[in-house]
């Protein structure tokens, strides 16, 4: 069954289900390590974050958009290790 599937029936939550799901996306990663940055990517959601304005640069003002280049380059960073 298609893990959005698992999903939506709420079998993720089965921690035998997903310990199944997640083995079986590392080993797809080990043939092309790009599957599981898109995993993470869109699981997390990061993806989206260079078109939204989700730091209030008011406070942050140090944060600008090459810092949430950076933060996007880290998490892809950290999915292709994974």
């Known amino acids: 069954m298609p893990i959005a599937r698992l999903a939506e029936a709420g079998k993720l939550r089965d921690e035998q289900v997903l310990l199944a799901q997640t083995r ?44 949430q280049a950076g933060n996007v380059r880290r998490a892809d960073t950290i999915g292709a290790r994974y």
Not at 41 to 58: A, H, K, N, P
């Open 24 to 67: 079986a996306a590392c080993s797809r990663t080990k043939r092309s390590p790009t599957s599981l940055r898109e995993f993470f990517g869109q699981w997390l959601g990061y993806r989206s974050f260079l078109e939204q304005e989700s730091v209030d640069r008011t406070v942050f003002k140090d944060f600008d958009d090459a810092a």
